[in-house]
């Protein structure tokens, strides 16, 4: 009976979400800015000073367990009566716990106002030479900040110091950050590399958060700047900003003024790269244009990406893009993957 019980939860949960999204304001004063604070200091701290991932082990460990749970259950019924009701009772208390994690560690955050109303930043419909200015800005920033960073004898950037020594400093990085701006403000938990990082990749992920036990991954087996900028990008989803859009604009934002030429850059072709892209729709010849003005350097890291991703095409990334989407559309962020382009909004905010 007190497994039907934690099925109440799951009312429970979808409940908490419509409220939460009824009133944004009242979630961003007293859950955001509150009780998932408090959340994120204690259970969140929980998990995240350790240097190896929980979730990742749960995940491994979840096939043997599920074994090991089907062969229990075979073995009642062949002793006891009941199965059924004590099935459903299972089922409902598991799908009543996860929901309402979920729900506490994620999902309420969802709900909250956008990013750029909460920062001032005037989000507002832009006219094309606006973007035009943004890209001509945003690739000067990276012609510079590309002859910073260590590189290969390809050309390509490289590391320096190791991904565990990197995302030491993204932690330090976050956590600087937070002084300039409040909303970041908050216990900054440290990021775990993915063990399993190449599948990832396969799946076209480069990072990932997992709420359940508030840790924030990273696949470091991707083109090197993608990695600095995925790892500022998670622990914004670990601070509680959650769209993807406003993610990438925190990830950009944080690195920008980290003083760290690994972020720094990493941050600056996120940025560029999604304001190319929105670019290339409206305006071809001012793409091309910009195009053309970059640096040799950002060229190899380009076509390195082009070529590292080619190699994953297939079921498993189709799937993968479905799901992510399904996922997104579901916590109401309407544009799914689409979604990703809008932090171009937020940067031309920013530098309005």
Same mark, same amino acid.
């Given at each position: 009976m007190k497994r039907f019980w934690a099925g109440l939860l799951i009312p429970v949960s979808v409940g908490l979400n419509l409220l939460a999204h009824r009133f944004p304001y009242a979630t961003e004063r007293y859950f955001s800015m509150g009780v998932y604070r408090l959340l994120a200091a204690t259970y969140g701290r929980l998990f995240g000073m350790l240097p190896f991932s929980v %979730?990742?082990?749960?995940?491994?460990?979840?096939?043997?367990? #599920?074994? !090991? +749970?089907?062969?229990?259950?075979?073995?009642l019924i062949c002793v006891k009566k009941g199965l059924w009701r004590r099935l459903l009772a299972n089922f409902l208390c598991m799908v009543g716990v996860l929901a309402f994690m979920f729900t506490i560690f994620a999902g309420l955050n969802y709900a909250r106002p956008q990013l750029g109303e909460n920062m001032g930043l005037g989000v507002r419909?832009?006219?094309?030479?606006?973007?035009?200015?943004? /890209?001509?800005? #945003?690739?000067?920033?990276?012609? +510079?900040? %590309?002859?910073?960073?260590?590189?290969? !004898?390809? !050309?390509?950037?490289?590391?320096?110091?190791?991904?565990?020594?990197?995302?030491?400093?993204?932690? /330090?990085?976050f956590r600087e950050a937070g002084e300039q701006w409040p909303l970041l403000e908050g216990y900054v938990p440290l990021v775990k590399l993915i063990l399993y990082s190449r599948f990832m990749s396969r799946l076209l992920i480069t990072g990932v958060y997992s709420p359940f036990t508030m840790e924030a991954h990273v696949n470091v087996h991707v083109p090197a700047y993608h990695i600095p900028a995925t790892m500022l990008h998670e622990i914004a989803h670990f601070r509680g900003i959650m769209r993807e859009d406003e993610a990438n604009?925190?990830?950009?934002?944080?690195?920008?003024? %980290? !003083?760290? /030429?690994?972020?720094?850059? %990493?941050g600056a072709m996120l940025a560029f790269g999604h304001t190319m892209q929105q670019l290339r729709r409206v305006s071809p010849e001012d793409y091309r244009r910009i195009m053309d003005g970059i640096a040799e350097d950002v060229r190899a890291d380009f076509r390195a990406n082009s070529e590292y991703w080619r190699q994953f095409t297939g079921v498993l990334a189709t799937a993968s893009t479905r799901v992510n989407d399904a996922y997104l559309r579901a916590n109401r962020q309407e544009d799914g993957v689409a979604s990703y382009g809008r932090m171009v909004d937020l940067l031309l905010g920013y530098f309005r």
């Open positions: %979730s990742q082990f749960l995940i491994v460990l979840l096939p043997i367990f #599920l074994v !090991g +749970y089907l062969g229990f259950e075979v073995y419909p832009s006219y094309v030479w606006e973007l035009v200015a943004l /890209a001509e800005r #945003l690739g000067e920033d990276v012609n +510079y900040l %590309s002859g910073l960073v260590g590189r290969d !004898g390809d !050309g390509v950037m490289m590391i320096d110091g190791g991904n565990i020594a990197l995302a030491r400093e993204a932690q /330090a990085v604009f925190v990830a950009w934002l944080v690195a920008k003024d %980290s !003083g760290r /030429a690994d972020f720094m850059y %990493s």
